[in-house]
């Protein structure tokens, strides 16, 4: 079993930055890949970064490639996601999520979920 809480959401001006934090339970958290998804309102949850459990590989969608940086430490159990060039398209809420395969655009959905946290983004 794997708890994971989010922080660091709120509300930021188009073109800052923000970064977020999921903090996780559970001794096997280093065996687990992590991953960040997003849900705007009134639309479908989207995979937005995935990491391995060693950290060696991510994952990001196309809409966040070079302005997000996924990462962990396993010393800590947390993973980040940072988020910079934010825009308001980037407004949201925000879910950690691990699994015990890949967190990847295409892979099966995750097993574990966090609460979310609000991203905010004004124009």
């Known amino acids: 079993q794997v708890q994971l809480v989010e922080s660091g959401g709120g509300l930021v001006e188009a073109g800052g930055s923000l970064r977020l934090s999921c903090a996780a339970s559970?001794?096997?958290?280093?065996?687990?890949?992590m991953g960040w998804f997003r849900q705007a309102t009134g639309k479908e949850r989207e995979f937005v970064a995935g990491i391995t459990w060693s950290g060696g590989r991510t994952y990001y969608a196309d809409s966040v490639k070079g302005r997000f940086t996924i990462s962990r430490d396993n010393a800590k159990t947390t993973v980040h996601l940072q988020m910079n060039s934010l825009n308001p398209e980037d407004t949201a809420v925000y879910y950690c999520?691990?699994?015990?395969?890949?967190?990847?655009?295409?892979?099966?959905?995750?097993?574990?979920w966090g609460q979310g946290t609000q991203v905010t983004v004004s124009s």
């Open positions: 559970g001794r096997t958290f280093s065996r687990y890949a």
């Open positions: 999520a691990s699994s015990g395969s890949l967190v990847t655009g295409s892979s099966r959905p995750p097993d574990y």
